[in-house]
C-alpha cells in the first residue's frame, strides 16, 4: 500500500464517520420529535415505574441533553440499551448480528459475481448465437423479478420440490446457524445482481475481446482459456467493478427482506422487528451500523480499483 | 414536447444516401425514437403488457370478479377452479380478484412514485448543475449522505412516523428516489450550460428560470425519460417490500406485496397463494425494464449494441 492509498483511505475513513454520525443524528433527533414516550407500553405502568424507567433511559431530560448523553456513548461505542428488553446492551447485540448479516452478504457477492461473471464472458464470447439471447433474456428475467419471488421459487424448489423427488430424504431446513444454510438465501439475495453482472460484463467483454491485443494474444497461439480468462476479462473487469459499490448497497438492502423471510437473525430482521416494536435505540444503533457498513464496503471496493487497474493512483 | 431536430445533424451522411432525390422526411426526436422503439421486439412486448396491466388496473376500480374483501368465497386455500381461475386465500378470498386490485395499487405507486421522485430530482438536479458553487456543494452533500444509508430502512421509518397510507407509502419511496434522478439531471446541466444556444439564451438577457425550462430541460429529455420510466418498477418492488414486511398499504387492501406475506406462511401447502401476485408483480416490473432498455436504445442509438 503506498502512502497515497494510505492518505486517501484514512480520508475515507473520517468521511464515513462523519456520514455515520451525521445519519444517526437525523435518526436520533427526528424520533426523538415523536410524541408520547418511548416506554409506553399496552399496560398501564404505576407512576413512580414510569418515572424511574424515563430516568433509567435518560428520557425525562430534554432532548438537547439527551442527544449530548447519546453522542457521549458513541464515541465510547456505546449504543445504549435496548427499550424492549430492559438490561440487553444494544452495542454487543448488533456486532453479533452484523456478522451474520455480513456472512449472508458475502455469500451473497460470490453468488453474483460467479453466476453473474459466467453468464456475461458466455454471452460475449459466444455473441449472437442462442447461448447469447438465452443468457442475455435470463439476465432481463433475472433482474426484474425481485429477491423475495426468488426466494419464494427457492424455497418452494429446495423444501418442498426435494421432499417429493427424494422421498422425504432431502429438503432444506429454513433458518441460520448450519453452513448448509446459507446458500438458499444467498442465492435469493444474489441473483437480481447478477443478472446486472452478467450484462455489464457482456458489454465490457465485447468491447475487450474486439481491442488489438486480443488479436495478438489468439495470434500467438495462446490457449483460449488463456486469452478470455487472461487477457480479455482481466481488463473487462474495470467498469464491471465500478457497479460493486452500489450493488453491495443493495446487497444490504435487499437482506433486510430475505433475513425476515428466511428467519436469519441479522441486522435487517432485527430493524424490521424493532421498528415494529418501536424500540426506537436499536432502530438508531442499526443505522448506525448499516451506515459504517456500507462505506467501509464501498471503501473496500475502492481500493480494489487500483488492483484491477494499475494506471489508477490514489 | 421538444422540438430538438437530431436528424438535422445527420442530414448531410443522408443526403448522399438518397443522392439528393429529395429532402429527407423532418422527423422530431420524439417521433424517431417511437419509431426505433416500435421495431424493438422486446419493447413492444413490453408496451403491450404494460397496457394490459393499466387497462386491468382501471378496470378493477370499476370491476373485478369478486369484491376483493370478500371473504369465505369457498374452503380456503382452494387451488385454481373454474369460477376461480386462480384459487382462493388463507380467507378464502378471491385471489383473481385481489391481483387484479393489485395491478391499481402498483399503478398507483408506481406513477406516482416516479413522477414525485423525477419532480424532486430534476428542481434540484437542475440548481445543482445550472448555479453550481454552494447550492452544488450542498446538493451534492446531501445525495452522497444519503447514498450511505440503505433507502429501505428510511423508507421504513418514514412509514412508522407519518403512518401507512398510499400517499405516504408514495412520499417514503419518493424520499429517496430521487437521489438517482438528481444526479443524472445536474450531469446533463453541467455539460449543457456550457453550450452555445445557452450562452446565446443568456446574451439576448433571457431570464434564468426560462433557459432553465425551454433550453436545458428539453435538451436532457430523454435520459430523464429514460430514468422515469426506470423508477416506476422500482417504486414497484420497493411498495412490495414494505408491504412484504408488514409497513406497507394496510389491509385488507390487496397489494402484491402483502399478498405474498399472507401466502408465505401456506407455501407449502398452497404456493398459488404466494406466485400469483409475484408472477403478476415479476411480469410488470420485467415489462417496465423491457420497455426502459428499448427507450434509452431508441433516445440515444449510440447506447445499441
Given amino acids: 500500500m503506498s502512502r497515497g492509498t494510505l492518505i486517501y483511505a484514512s480520508q475515507r475513513l473520517l468521511l464515513i464517520t462523519f456520514t455515520a454520525i451525521v445519519v444517526s443524528s437525523i435518526v436520533f433527533i427526528g424520533i426523538h420529535q415523536l410524541p408520547g414516550n418511548a416506554i409506553a407500553r399496552e399496560r398501564r405502568l404505576n407512576p413512580a415505574t414510569e418515572a424511574a424507567l424515563l430516568h433509567h433511559y435518560n428520557l425525562d431530560l430534554p432532548w438537547p441533553q439527551q442527544y449530548a448523553l447519546w453522542l457521549q456513548g458513541l464515541a465510547h461505542g456505546d449504543l445504549g440499551e435496548s427499550l424492549v428488553n430492559e438490561g440487553t446492551q444494544i452495542t454487543p447485540l448488533l456486532l453479533r448480528e452484523a456478522k451474520t448479516s455480513i456472512t449472508l452478504g458475502l455469500a451473497a457477492v460470490v453468488v453474483t459475481v460467479v453466476i453473474g461473471m459466467s453468464l456475461g464472458v458466455l454471452a460475449a464470447i459466444r455473441q449472437n448465437t442462442w447461448v447469447d439471447y438465452v443468457a442475455s433474456t435470463a439476465s432481463v428475467i433475472g433482474y426484474s423479478v425481485p429477491s423475495f419471488v426468488w426466494a419464494f421459487l427457492l424455497i418452494i424448489l429446495t423444501v418442498t420440490g426435494f421432499y417429493a423427488w427424494s422421498g422425504g430424504q432431502i429438503y432444506e431446513d429454513i433458518g441460520w446457524g448450519k453452513i448448509e444454510q446459507i446458500p438458499v438465501p444467498a442465492i435469493a439475495l444474489g441473483l437480481p445482481y447478477a443478472a446486472i453482472v452478467a450484462r455489464l460484463t457482456r458489454a465490457s467483454m465485447l468491447e475487450t475481446i474486439r481491442q488489438d491485443y486480443v488479436r495478438t494474444a489468439w495470434a500467438k497461439g495462446l490457449s483460449a482459456r488463456v486469452v478470455i480468462l487472461r487477457h480479455a476479462l482481466r481488463n473487462a473487469l474495470i467498469p464491471v467493478a465500478t457497479i460493486l459499490g452500489p450493488l453491495i448497497t443493495g446487497i444490504i438492502t435487499g437482506s433486510v427482506v430475505i433475513e425476515f423471510l428466511f428467519g436469519i437473525p441479522g441486522l435487517g430482521k432485527e430493524f424490521v422487528t424493532s421498528i415494529l416494536s418501536r424500540d426506537y435505540n436499536i432502530v438508531i444503533g442499526v443505522f448506525t451500523f448499516y451506515a459504517a457498513l456500507i462505506g467501509l464496503a464501498n471503501l473496500t471496493v475502492d481500493l480494489l480499483y487500483p488492483v484491477l487497474d494499475p494506471r489508477i493512483r490514489y | ?305
Fill in chain 2, 1 to 305: 414536447m421538444a422540438t430538438v431536430v437530431p436528424s438535422a445533424l445527420e442530414a448531410p451522411e443522408e443526403l448522399q444516401l438518397v443522392a439528393g432525390d429529395e429532402l429527407p422526411e423532418q422527423v422530431t426526436l420524439w417521433q424517431d425514437a417511437w419509431r426505433r422503439l416500435t421495431r424493438n421486439r422486446m419493447a413492444v412486448v413490453g408496451l403491450v403488457i404494460i397496457g394490459v396491466f393499466f387497462v386491468t388496473a382501471i378496470l378493477s376500480f370499476f370491476w373485478t370478479p369478486y369484491p376483493t374483501w370478500r371473504q369465505a368465497l369457498g374452503p380456503t386455500y382452494q387451488g385454481p377452479s373454474v369460477i376461480h381461475p386462480l384459487g382462493l386465500d388463507d380467507y378464502g378470498r378471491d385471489i383473481l380478484s385481489r391481483v387484479m386490485g393489485g395491478a391499481a395499487i402498483a399503478l398507483s405507486v408506481g406513477v406516482g412514485a416516479s413522477m414525485l421522485a423525477s419532480v424532486i430530482g430534476i428542481a434540484l438536479g437542475l440548481l445543482a448543475g445550472f448555479y453550481r458553487g454552494k447550492i452544488d456543494l450542498g446538493i451534492s452533500l446531501l445525495i452522497n449522505i444519503s447514498y450511505g444509508v440503505p433507502d429501505l430502512l428510511i423508507a421504513l421509518i418514514l412509514v412508522v412516523l407519518i403512518g401507512r397510507g398510499i400517499q405516504n407509502i408514495i412520499l417514503a419511496i419518493a424520499v429517496t428516489a430521487w437521489l438517482g434522478m438528481a444526479r443524472l439531471v445536474r450531469g446533463q446541466t453541467l455539460a449543457l450550460r456550457e453550450r452555445e444556444f445557452v450562452e446565446a439564451a443568456r446574451s439576448i438577457g433571457t431570464k434564468d428560470l426560462k433557459i432553465l425550462t425551454r433550453h436545458i430541460l428539453p435538451n436532457a429529455l430523454g435520459p430523464i425519460v429514460v430514468q422515469a420510466t426506470y423508477l416506476v418498477p422500482a417504486a414497484i418492488i420497493f411498495e412490495a417490500f414494505l408491504s412484504l414486511l408488514g409497513l406497507g398499504i394496510p389491509p385488507p387492501a390487496p397489494s402484491w406485496g402483502s399478498m405474498a406475506s399472507e401466502g408465505y406462511k401456506a407455501l407449502q401447502i398452497a404456493p398459488h397463494i404466494v406466485l400469483a401476485p409475484c408472477l403478476a408483480l415479476s411480469l410488470t416490473v420485467l415489462a417496465f425494464n423491457w420497455v426502459g432498455d428499448g427507450l434509452r436504445d431508441a433516445i440515444d442509438p449510440r447506447m445499441r449494441r
